[in-house]
């Protein structure tokens, strides 16, 4: 794995930390827009530098649909 793959591949895993407990455990009907309005208000690593950081509602919401139907969520969030 090159430099370059590593780096894609730990953000694709933050990317799948934040929406993975979405995925694994979804919200009941009509909750999902709170849930992730609950996660765009947590603090998050980044994954090269260490900084803190937060994600916009839309960004997870992006990575959501991305990530829900893949065959491999990490993958497809590279």
Known sequence: MTVKDDTAHRWACLRFAVVGPVISSP???GQLQKRLE???GEL????I???WVRF???TIERWYYQAREAQNP????R
């Open 27 to 29: 919200p009941g009907p």
């Open 38 to 40: 609950q996660l765009s």
């Open 44 to 47: 998050w690593q980044l994954p």
């Open 49 to 51: 530098s260490g900084e």
């Open 56 to 58: 916009g509602k839309s």
């Open 74 to 77: 990490i993958d497809e969030l």
